[in-house]
């Protein structure tokens, strides 16, 4: 069946760094757009990151870019999250999704993600 399982989320101090993971199988992982997206705590949920099937092209939201860099290895059906310079207002569960138009719109559990003092 599918699987989209995220890690490497944490607590993390202000100005520090972590590295999300999804592991995907059940589907044909090469073939779906993958995002990262997250929801904090009473806010609606948003999309962080997104790369295309081959990674040829990425789309981050304003409040990311420079500090988040989204990659994709499809020889080991994964993708990744690479968070910099973190700060308190990207604590939020993060998730994995997985898209092919008409085709499957997949989600991970999630992996929480904070950042305090």
């Known amino acids: 069946q599918v699987q989209l399982v995220e890690s490497g989320g944490g607590l993390v101090q202000p100005g520090g760094s972590l590295r999300l993971s999804c592991a995907a199988s059940?589907?044909?992982?090469?073939?779906?757009?993958m995002s990262w997206y997250r929801q904090a705590p009473g806010k609606e949920r948003e999309l962080v990151a997104g790369?295309?099937?081959?990674?040829?092209?990425?789309n981050y939201v304003d409040s990311v870019k420079g500090r988040f860099t989204i990659s994709r290895d499809n020889n080991k059906n994964s993708v990744y999250l690479q968070m910099n310079s973190l700060q308190p207002e990207d604590t939020a569960v993060y998730y994995c999704?997985?898209?092919?138009?008409?085709?499957?719109?997949?989600w991970g559990q999630g992996t929480q993600v904070t950042v305090s003092s």
């Open positions: 790369i295309t099937r081959t990674g040829g092209s990425t």
């Open positions: 999704n997985a898209r092919r138009l008409w085709i499957g719109n997949y």
């Open positions: 059940g589907f044909s992982f090469s073939s779906y757009e």
